[in-house]
């Protein structure tokens, strides 16, 4: 569940290298209430991120820098329609393909 909304992303916007956790939230958010399905919080779902790029999925690079903001941006590693198409698999997101 929480992949498809960073292929979503990732597909959408191919000019950009990655998403923050927080607009990834936000479009995981928005996909769990159209599935029908209960929706993690924030920092599980970063704890997830994170434990994709563990596996190679995802890759994470923390951003910022002294006096602004630091964030971890994701990026998907594998290709965008595999990711897709396995996501889809599951039967709760069948109706959003």
């Known amino acids: 569940m929480i ?27 928005a ?7 209960k929706t993690l919080s924030e920092h599980r779902v970063y704890e997830l991120l994170k434990e994709q790029a563990f596996l190679g999925v995802v890759e994470s690079t923390r951003t ?9 941006e994701h990026r998907l590693v ?3 329609g595999i990711v897709l198409k ?7 997101l069948e109706d959003l393909a």
């Open 3 to 29: 992949l498809y909304p960073l292929a979503l992303l990732t597909e959408e916007n191919p000019n950009e290298d990655g998403f923050s956790t927080n607009r990834i939230y936000e479009r995981y958010e």
């Open 78 to 80: 594998q290709d965008t």
């Open 31 to 37: 996909t769990t209430e159209k599935a029908d399905a």
């Open 86 to 92: 396995s996501v889809l698999r599951d039967s709760r």
């Open 64 to 72: 910022g820098g002294r006096g602004e903001g630091s964030y971890l």
